[in-house]
């Protein structure tokens, strides 16, 4: 049976040779006959890993263009099916679950506890991991059968080096083959999976250059046609994806176009008959090119009947018993391959608890060392502040007003201010962070800001510079001038703030991460302001703090977004809490329009419009996820488009993330300026350029960025006199997109529209939003606010019992190992 399977094999190679390598072999190409020959190689007995690896390497050679590349792809996948057969070899299976033969499980604990169901995955029991005395989960991903160098390098792409990391790789969705519809019995509206052949594929492009794919899937009930919005750099590859005849699972919302059933959108992927036939609830990974769901799975398989087990319960039994929590090591198990979509959940509510106990942990202990961290009183005049409130050229809002009267207590104290100011786009922060600091220099203590950015660091070092010379005007301070340090500034003015810095000569000093360099050293920094619009790590901000010496500075953490209270407690948990909840008179909303691609022409026409009065414009260009290199490349190309077909006759400047720093400063001058007309940028621009003039804030892609994302690009206009508009572009629909752009065009609160986020992506999203390094919740979702809570309330009674966690060691290995983890790479 062996050799009759690799025979069949090579006989399909040898004829695929002879017609010169157009993979014509097989009706539908090689990748069609890779399931046929997984099952020939089962019944054959050959070793599951060797037969995957000859699948892959047929599907990859369909999918390869290049006949040289194919003809050694095709002589190599040869040479190994003539070598000698590689037979499965019995390994004694450890004492662990197994598809084939279940232990009892403990019920899972949670509110709403399902009976125990019987496991659905494949009967067909499969080799535990190749094992090594003394073998770990933190060992290599090489250590597994079936991972070796070529797929070890593909699951790095995806952070996955270690099995710890593989174990933890949780699932992005579930298709569940139990609950499987024919296209005759779906509904208008419902989240469904179908199972059905490629019946035709199609594209279709639209005056606008928009590219839509049109699939027609079929089973023995009827039709359903599928429609993907993409681009033509995108088209081909997803095109390929469904040849005629082919099996595919099509999971997602039913709509509904021109009176009859769609789908919009829909994840996709190839039918894999072993999980379809059992029924299974089959987890759907996210991967990377090259790397097909059916190796994963079955790599992931092989990992939860074993590792599980080898995993230590790190909750105190009764945060378990009174939070009613799956054990871990279940809960391990029913996340990736659940027996029902009810333990699925309870799985998900444990870890998703000990996402947020850990962090709540991490803040709770931080928020307490902080408040016993000396610091130097700052303690000005007693009319000081008075005076420097009366030196502006405008009058604080009531909530300014109160913001500046806590900062200024804080100030007074010998403990260490740490304090959140949070506020909607053109609240006021920075200037209630400019009278802080001059409160700080009245002192006689030195005061710096950190940005994230050389942009934004230039832009406060500009508005800083302006109050300080009123406040020396009205007699307030003596002169000051602000210094700028960041990684542009020439040598020579570097020395010469380094030796300022040291010697307090200068007291305000505004940078970027050049501020926390060896070099700098300050003589007595009093208050630290970090603006966190791409937020710091904590190192970072250590970092800055440690240059003050033996006395910690006050230190004032600006957010560029407004979060919700309940999400304020749990990732700023170790800050007291500012709200600016008022925004300055006579700001006029910016209007904002979703624009639908028949409008697009006539949207065009009104920037020119503005143009001509006189007016600027932003066009940010979409978010690319691949890289900042890809990105940059598809600025530049959208740039030249809009130059060469839609505004000729107008001035462009080009700005990404890829370009020099004096690059980026010569566009940004050049368009504050008013040298240029139209701003083309990447997200870039988000963090901050103030340009009155400019009234047109016109968004492509606008369905890829966050709500969030979205209100600060509109926060770039509506600055000056003239009434501004925001015109958002969608390049495809879905949803969760629609409620989105529908959101921002309603809503100009920011507080409003992070409720709204957080509603629509949950708790879990809106905190992947921050800088990398930060702690990620990767399974909270929007109904786990009581989760939030319960967190909180179990991380504040255990820390009461045990303050630095000695009786839970591993609890507090993994708490220290999550924030260690981020120090490392900030």
């Known amino acids: 049976m062996a ?409 007074a104290r010998p403990n260490a201010m740490h304090r959140l100011l949070q506020g909607d786009v053109g609240s006021g922060k920075t200037v209630v962070a400019t009278l802080g600091m001059a409160l700080a220099a009245a002192a006689g203590a030195q005061a710096a800001l950190m940005a994230p950015t050389e942009i934004l660091a230039e832009q406060h070092h500009a508005t800083l510079s302006r109050f300080f010379e009123r406040f020396a005007e009205a007699g307030v301070l003596p002169p000051i001038k602000p210094a700028l340090l960041t990684g542009s500034v020439k040598a020579s003015e570097r020395r010469a703030v380094y030796e300022g810095l040291s010697d307090g000569s200068i007291s305000i000093v505004i940078g970027t991460h050049a501020l926390i360099q060896e070099g700098v050293t300050f003589k007595q920094l009093g208050f630290v302001v970090v603006d966190e619009q791409h937020r710091f790590g904590v190192a970072q901000r250590a970092a800055l703090r440690r240059k003050a010496g033996a006395l910690n500075p006050h230190t004032l953490i600006m957010s560029a977004t407004p979060i919700p209270r309940t999400l304020a407690l749990t990732l700023y948990g170790d800050l007291d809490n500012t709200v600016l909840d008022e925004m300055p008179p006579g700001r006029q909303p910016v209007k904002t329009y979703w624009i639908a691609p028949t409008e697009r022409e006539r949207a065009y026409q009104f920037v020119r419009h503005q143009l001509d009065q006189g007016r600027q414009a932003y066009v940010i260009c979409p978010l690319v996820e691949e890289s900042e290199k890809v990105e940059a490349k598809a600025a530049v190309e959208e740039y030249e488009r809009l130059q060469r077909e839609i505004f000729p006759s107008y001035r462009l400047s080009l700005l990404h993330g890829k370009m020099k720093p004096a690059e980026k400063e010569a566009a940004m001058q050049a368009f504050a300026r008013g040298e240029t007309q139209i701003l083309v940028s990447t997200a870039v621009v988000e963090v901050g350029i103030d340009v009155p003039n400019a009234t047109v804030m016109l968004i492509e892609g606008a369905n890829r960025f966050g709500l969030a994302q979205l209100h600060q690009f509109r926060g770039r206009v509506g600055r000056g006199e003239h009434q501004s508009y925001c015109l958002l572009f969608a390049d495809s629909s879905s949803d969760l997109a629609d409620q989105r752009l529908q959101a921002i065009v309603n809503t100009h609160d920011g507080f409003k529209l992070a409720e709204i986020d957080l509603e629509l992506r949950g708790p879990g999203e809106f905190f992947g939003t921050r800088q990398s390094g930060e702690p990620e919740l990767r399974l909270v979702n929007v109904r786990d606010r009581d989760l939030l809570e319960l967190a909180r309330t179990f991380a504040e009674r255990l820390l009461q019992d045990d303050p630095n966690l000695e009786s839970h060691p591993l609890l507090k290995e993994k708490v220290e190992a999550r924030f260690r983890a981020e120090a490392e790479t900030t």
């Open 3 to 411: 050799n009759s399977a690799t025979e069949k094999l090579l006989k399909i190679l040898r004829l695929e040779a002879q017609t010169g390598y157009q993979d014509k072999a097989v009706t539908r190409g090689l990748h069609s006959f890779a399931n046929t020959w997984l099952a020939f190689a089962e019944r054959a007995n050959l070793d599951q890993d060797w037969a995957m690896t000859i699948a892959q390497q047929m599907r990859e050679y369909s999918a390869c263009d290049d006949l040289s590349r194919r003809r050694a792809m095709l002589d190599a996948l040869m040479t190994q099916l003539r070598a000698p057969v590689v037979r499965a070899t019995p390994v004694p299976t450890p004492a662990v679950s197994t598809p084939a033969d279940p232990p009892p499980r403990a019920p899972a604990a949670s509110p709403a506890k399902p009976p125990a169901a019987p496991a659905t995955t494949p009967a067909r029991r499969s080799a535990p991991p190749r094992s090594t005395p003394g073998l770990s989960l933190d060992a290599p991903v090489t250590k597994l059968a079936g991972i070796g160098e070529f797929n070890a390098q593909k699951l790095a792409r995806l952070g996955i080096h270690t099995i710890r990391d593989l174990l933890y790789y949780f699932p992005i969705r579930y298709d569940d083959y139990s609950a499987l519809k024919t296209i005759n019995r779906l509904t208008y509206g419902e989240q469904v999976t179908i199972v059905g052949r490629v019946a035709s594929a199609r594209k279709f492009q639209t005056r606008t250059g928009q590219v839509i794919i049109r699939v027609l899937i079929e089973d023995a009930s009827g039709t359903i046609e599928c429609t993907w919005f993409t681009t033509e750099r995108y088209a081909e590859g997803l095109l390929k994806q469904f040849a005629v005849g082919r099996e595919m699972v099509i999971s997602g919302k039913v709509g509904e176009y021109l009176g009859r059933l769609v789908f919009q959108n829909p994840h996709y992927e190839p039918a894999e008959r072993e999980w379809i036939i059992g029924g299974n609830i089959v987890p759907v990974y996210r991967l990377t090119e090259g790397l097909q769901p059916l190796l994963m799975r079955r790599v992931m398989r092989r990992v939860v009947e074993y590792w599980p087990a080898r995993v230590p319960e790190h909750l105190p039994a009764v945060v378990i018993r009174e939070a009613q929590l799956m054990p871990i090591q279940e809960a391990l198990r029913e996340i990736h391959f659940p027996r029902s979509m009810q333990s699925q959940e309870a799985a998900r509510r444990r870890l998703a608890f000990d996402e947020l106990f850990e962090l709540q942990l991490a803040v709770l202990r931080q928020r307490e060392l902080w408040r016993r961290e000396p610091a130097l009183p700052l303690q000005p005049p007693p009319d000081t502040l008075e005076r420097l409130i009366a030196a502006l050229p405008f009058t604080l809002t009531n909530a300014q007003r109160r913001a500046i009267d806590v900062i200024a207590q804080d100030l």
